[in-house]
């Protein structure tokens, strides 16, 4: 069966801290995406990476960076989390032209 | 930007009715997708058409794809209560990004 595990189901962080969220995916999968999804706005997508230590911007990448050191995990970094990054974080895993999702994130900064 | 545009974006019937859902999408594509997400979960990926397809079944859903109109819809016949979900459409572009639509809140009542 196919796998993508996120490292945390909820997290609270501050204003100004540096957040990683760990994403692992266990099928050698090449193509990992990072959306955060919003109510009213739906999946947005942030960054993806085809291969290791290669990235690519999404469609809303600002606030967010990336990194791909190991082929089956691909981290989003928040460097100085702010209010409005508060969010539901996705991460997915592609073969062909199917997603595969981890559970989610939820992501409160305070 | 987002690719596709579900419609409606709630929608709600009552067990063993059909529901039907809408996607519009504004640029070419290769393949266009249905995804479902429970409350506060990953996506789950439902079914594939491909740009040179029309139609395609599987078990109680159905979709439809219109290329010259950009649109795709989604049928679930003989709904029941388990269907209660979101539900997006996601297309692909270059280098396999897949974006998805702001999507449908399905509510399937018992």
């Known amino acids: 069966d196919v796998k993508v595990t996120q490292s945390s189901r909820y997290l609270v962080k501050r204003t100004g801290e540096k957040v990683f969220l760990e994403c692992v995916q266990d099928?050698?999968?090449?193509?990992m995406f990072w959306y955060r999804q919003d109510p009213g706005l739906g999946l947005r997508l942030i960054y993806f990476?085809?291969?290791?230590?290669?990235?690519e911007k999404g469609d809303i990448p600002e606030g967010y960076s990336v990194s791909r050191e190991k082929k089956e995990r691909f981290s989003l970094i928040l460097e100085s989390a702010s209010t409005n990054q508060t969010s539901m974080y996705l991460c997915?895993?592609?073969?062909?032209?199917?997603?595969?999702f981890g559970q989610g994130t939820r992501l409160t900064v305070v | 930007s987002q690719q596709g545009e579900e419609d409606p974006q709630a929608l709600s019937i009552q067990e063993g009715e059909n529901a039907t859902m809408n996607c519009s999408y504004k640029?070419?594509?290769?393949?266009l997708q249905w995804y479902r997400q429970n409350s506060g979960r990953g996506l789950v990926h439902l079914i594939l058409?491909?740009?040179?397809?029309r139609e395609k079944h599987s078990g109680r859903l159905r979709v439809t794809l219109d290329t010259s109109k950009k649109s795709s819809s989604l049928l679930i016949t003989a709904s029941r209560a388990a269907d209660t979900a979101s539900y997006f459409c996601?297309?692909?572009?270059?280098?396999?990004?897949?974006?998805f639509g702001i999507g449908t809140k399905l509510q399937v009542i018992p």
């Open positions: 997915a895993s592609l073969v062909g032209t199917e997603a595969f």
């Open positions: 099928m050698d999968h090449e193509n």
């Open positions: 990476s085809y291969d290791v230590k290669m990235k």
């Open positions: 640029t070419s594509i290769n393949n």
């Open positions: 058409i491909r740009s040179n397809e």
């Open positions: 996601a297309t692909d572009r270059s280098y396999q990004k897949v974006t």
